[in-house]
């Protein structure tokens, strides 16, 4: 159990080309003498297409950062990630954390993102449903995005998705020039948990 519910899921999303994992705890539920695994959960896309959820590299989807070129100071990338509830599970409450264990790139980083199924500048409107930042602001990685529902999905088909697109920059100051630890470093992750509303 988790301090705000029932533990549903687990996933992370990473910057470019990272591995996205959404781990299940599935509840097991007593049907007369019986007992059976409710499919309860949480699934993930990096492409809207192909929906994974499942703990092992197996499993995993790649969410790349577009343009998928090297981030210099002031360049900004975008990426997308989309979450729904599995067949015949109910709505799921989802919290966001950022994981970032790595010096330079991860700590320099400001990032804004808004509920969009585009992925593009064009996303960033004044009137976009911002989970982070907002349409011409950022926050620092340490700041996690606002939690959000995804809606029940039905006995025959998942739930709608509920997509994101994420919008990183590496601000051009003196800051992000002269620090030497900024090249080579490894991204941040966000891990989307799941509860029972």
Known sequence: MAASGLLL????VGLTTTNVVATLRDPIFGVGTSFRAANIGFEISGDGSIWRSG???????????????????????????????????????I???????????PSR???????SSTCTSSAFTPTGNYLAGGATTDVPLSTAPT????????????GPAASLCFRLRLPDTIDVW????????GPPIWNFVGNKP
């Open 55 to 93: 703990t092992s590299a197996t499993n995993a989807v790649t969410m790349p950062a577009t343009p998928a070129t090297a981030m210099v100071p002031g360049s900004t990338v975008y990426a997308a990630v989309s979450l729904r509830t599995k067949t015949e599970s109910p709505a799921v409450a």
């Open 109 to 115: 980083l400001v990032y804004a993102v808004v509920r």
């Open 9 to 12: 899921g687990v996933a992370a």
């Open 178 to 185: 002269t620090d030497s630890t900024v090249p080579g470093s």
């Open 147 to 158: 939690g959000f529902s995804l809606p029940a999905a039905t006995a025959t088909a998942p």
């Open 95 to 105: 919290t966001t954390t950022v994981t970032n264990s790595n010096a330079g790139l």
